[in-house]
C-alpha cells in the first residue's frame, strides 16, 4: 500500500506540474504580441490600406481575437489530442513539421549523448579516483576548456580550420567547389552513408564537447563523495583492477543522480544547442524547424 501511495502521488504532481507548465506556457503567448499580426498590418500600411483592419482580419481568421477562456480550452483539448495547431513560417501542421525534422536532429544527436555519456563519465570518474594528479588536472583542463567556449564560435572555427586551411571538404560532405557555409548540409544521402557520417562528424564534435565537459564535471564530484568510501577500500585491499572498482562500485552508486543531470542536460541541448548546430551547420532539423532564420529575423510558428 506504502508503494502503491507513493507512485500515485508522484503521477498526480506530474500531472499537475504538466497543467501548469502547459497554462503558463499559454498565458505567455496570449500576452505576447503576434508577429503574424504585426506583419499584416505592415504589409498593409505599405499598400495604403487600413492596418488596424487587417491586423484585426488576421486574428479573426485564425481565432485569435475570441475571449481568453475560450482559447484556452480549445487548447487544452487540442493538446489532449495531439494538435499542436499549424506552423504558418511552414505552412503545415506543426506534427508534421517534427515528423520530417526529427530524423535530421536524431542522427547527430543521439550520438553526441552517448559520446557524452561515455566519455563524461569514464573521465570524471577516473579523476576522482586519482584526485590531484596529471590526469585529475587534465581532466579538469577539458572540463572547464569545454564549458568555455561558446558552441556558436567553435562550430566556425571547426569550419574555417576543416573547409579552408585543411583544404578538406570531405568532412562537410561536400566538394570545395560547392562548399557554402549556408547550403553544405545535403540532406539526400542515406543515413548510413559514408558521405553522411562524414558531414555529421563536425556537428557531433561542437554538440559533444560542452556536454562532455559538464558530465565530467557532475559524474566527479558525485564519485568524490565514494572515493573514500569503506566499500571502495575494501575493493582495492581485495585487489580489484581501478576500471572494476569504477564501474561496478562507484559508477553503480552514482548513476541515479547523474542519469538526473543526464536528462536535464539532454533536453537543454535538444531545446537550445541544437538551435544553435541546425543554424550553423544548416542542418533541418527540429531546431531549426521551432525558430527558422530567414534574413537574420526569427519567425515563431503560432498556433491559430
Not at 489530442?81 to 535530421?104: C, H, N, R
Request: proline share 3%.
Amino acid at each position: 500500500m506504502g508503494m502503491e501511495w507513493y507512485v500515485a502521488r508522484r503521477l498526480v504532481w506530474a500531472i499537475i506540474a504538466t497543467w501548469l507548465a502547459v497554462s503558463l506556457t499559454f498565458g505567455l503567448l496570449l500576452t505576447a504580441p503576434n508577429p503574424g499580426a504585426e506583419a499584416a498590418a505592415a504589409q498593409c500600411a505599405q499598400q495604403d490600406r487600413n492596418a488596424e483592419e487587417c491586423r484585426q482580419r488576421y486574428l479573426e481568421e485564425r481565432g485569435l481575437n475570441r475571449p481568453a477562456h475560450v482559447q484556452y480550452v480549445d487548447y487544452m483539448t487540442d493538446l489532449a489530442q495531439g494538435d499542436l495547431g499549424y506552423s504558418m513560417s511552414q505552412e503545415k501542421p506543426v506534427t508534421e513539421a517534427i515528423a520530417d525534422a526529427w530524423i535530421f536532429s536524431a542522427q547527430y544527436f543521439i550520438p553526441s549523448i552517448i559520446i557524452s555519456a561515455l566519455a563524461g563519465y569514464g573521465i570524471g570518474l577516473y579523476s576522482a579516483l586519482n584526485k590531484y594528479t596529471i590526469t585529475d588536472y587534465f581532466g579538469s583542463f577539458v572540463a572547464y576548456f569545454g564549458i568555455s567556449i561558446p558552441n556558436f564560435w567553435f562550430a566556425i572555427v571547426l569550419i574555417l580550420v576543416v573547409g579552408v586551411y585543411l583544404r578538406d571538404a570531405s568532412l562537410l560532405g561536400v566538394s570545395l567547389e560547392s562548399l557554402s557555409l549556408r547550403t553544405y548540409y545535403e540532406t539526400s544521402y542515406d543515413i548510413f552513408s559514408v558521405q553522411n557520417i562524414k558531414q555529421l562528424i563536425l556537428p557531433i564534435i561542437v554538440l559533444s564537447t560542452a556536454s562532455v565537459a559538464s558530465q565530467m564535471r557532475y559524474s566527479r564530484a558525485q564519485a568524490l563523495e565514494y572515493a573514500n568510501s569503506d566499500f571502495v577500500k575494501t575493493a582495492r585491499a581485495k585487489g580489484a583492477s581501478m576500471w572494476r572498482i569504477l564501474i561496478a562500485h562507484v559508477l553503480r552508486v552514482a548513476l541515479v543522480p547523474l542519469s538526473t543531470i543526464l536528462i536535464v542536460d539532454i533536453l537543454a541541448v535538444l531545446f537550445a544547442g541544437s538551435f544553435i548546430i541546425e543554424a550553423i551547420f544548416q542542418i533541418p532539423g527540429l531546431g531549426r524547424s521551432n525558430s527558422l532564420l530567414s534574413h537574420s529575423k526569427t519567425q515563431i510558428s503560432w498556433r491559430p
